[in-house]
């Protein structure tokens, strides 16, 4: 069973039971928040914003943001305040990751915070190298040759591999804990092979994500400030060519009919004004893409109309009945999006799905957003941020808190 190891350093054809071996997994892990985990993710932090490469790549750049020393000493402190004093936190041992293809760089968040809590790792990444994930992992193994980091390069294995469910059961049989991200398709494949019977699974599913204005005030917004609303939504949608779960798919907008007009029109407006500057144009397969998915959409719905169509520099918006939001949780992404009025959150809140992930939103006052949730009590929505922040990653994730699944308190009493 063979694999293609990436990190720590490039290696093609390397027979699996091989790399998980005795030698490996006996590895004494790491001690959780050990400060040479740190430092090396402070180091590559500084190795990915020192690259000339990454101005094309902010996905890059706001990854290497986050892995900096003052964020990953901020995110240990802010787990440490949970813990019991008659709490001492462990590893759980060997974690397994696999990770999504539409959104390459994401492993390395979740990776990471397995890391740092002292996890040994393998990672396996898509087949699909592309510019940005192949760049990523070259920081990686360049880091990984240097001897201070031996303790990190031994302990953690990025590889790819095509799918292979021989490959997947072998890893899993070892595997203390997991991480699974890249659909439900994947996810049931994976969770049906045998493991440990205390194996956990951290699983992260097909999600669905939607941006929410209140009407009156974006209306009272200058058009400077609406520009960057636009920057802002900008970001959230259009990184990973919104095939990104917390990517949002709709824009609601809430108020009365007349202020949700008028914000509609001012805020595609303003977007498209930003794709313009940016010099976002459409590739023509992009733009058939849309034109063929607007088309089937119109035709699963009563009242649908486009706002706007596919063109190479603009937004490609259809607006729909609230009573149809259901029938629209698909995305070709590219800047498709779909646009609803809505009176109130708490019209809102009989729409939420379980597979609603990441609402951001702007105009609410935190009291609004707080009693929504009390009355979604569950249904749906991990995640309400400021449009902005959709993409902005969290220990806290999709209803997980990571460094406290990927580890395990022990309790002296």
């Avoid at 750049?61 to 003052?70: D, I």
């Avoid at 990025?158 to 398709?185: M, Q």
């Avoid at 970001?235 to 907008?253: G, I």
């Avoid at 058939?288 to 009242?303: F, G, P, R, T």
């Amino acid at each position: 069973m063979e694999v293609t190891i990436f990190a720590p350093q490039y290696n093609r054809e390397v027979v699996i039971e091989n790399i998980l071996n005795e030698n490996f997994l006996s590895q004494k892990p790491l001690s959780p928040f050990d400060s040479l985990s740190i430092e090396f993710l402070s180091s590559l932090s500084k190795k990915i914003l020192e690259s000339k490469e990454i101005k094309n790549f902010p996905e890059l750049v706001a990854l290497a943001y986050w892995l900096r020393k003052s964020n990953i000493v901020s995110i240990i402190n802010n787990f440490r305040t949970e813990i019991n004093y008659q709490e001492i936190i462990v590893p759980r041992g060997f974690a397994f990751h696999i990770a999504p293809s539409n959104v390459d760089s994401i492993f390395l968040y979740s990776w990471a915070l397995s890391f740092l809590v002292g996890n040994i790792n393998i990672v396996r990444v898509t087949q699909d190298i592309n510019v940005q994930l192949d760049l990523l992992l070259s920081f990686i193994r360049e880091i990984f040759k240097d001897e201070k980091w031996n303790p990190v390069s031994t302990r953690n294995i990025v590889l790819t591999y095509p799918r292979d469910e021989k490959i997947n059961r072998f890893i899993s049989l070892h595997s203390d804990v997991r991480v699974l991200w890249g659909g439900d398709e994947t996810i049931n494949s994976i969770r049906v092979l045998s493991s440990k019977p205390t194996t956990k699974d951290i699983t992260f599913a097909d999600k669905f994500s939607y941006s929410m204005i209140k009407a009156s005030s974006y209306n009272n917004l200058s058009d400077d400030k609406k520009a960057i609303q636009a920057t802002q939504f900008y970001n959230d949608a259009y990184w990973f060519d919104q095939m990104a779960c917390s990517s949002p798919r709709f824009v609601l907008f809430i108020g009365e009919q007349k202020e949700c007009e008028e914000a509609s029109d001012a805020f595609w407006k303003s977007l498209e004004k930003e794709l313009k500057r940016r010099g976002k144009n459409d590739s023509i397969d992009v733009a058939m893409e849309k034109l063929v998915y607007m088309y089937e959409s119109v035709s699963k719905a009563e009242k649908a109309s486009a706002k706007f169509s596919p063109e190479k520099d603009k937004p490609t918006v259809l607006k729909v009945d609230k009573e149809e939001i259901n029938k629209f949780r698909e995305s070709c992404g590219g800047g498709f999006f779909f646009e609803c009025f809505l009176e109130s959150l708490d019209e809102l809140v009989n729409l939420v799905s379980r597979k609603d992930q990441t609402l951001a939103y702007y105009g609410f006052e935190k009291e609004e957003l707080n009693n929504f949730i009390k009355k979604v009590n569950g249904a749906g929505a991990d995640r309400i941020v400021p449009i902005g922040q959709a993409l902005n990653f969290s220990p806290i994730w999709d209803g997980y808190s990571l460094l406290n699944e990927l580890s395990k308190r022990v309790n002296i009493i």
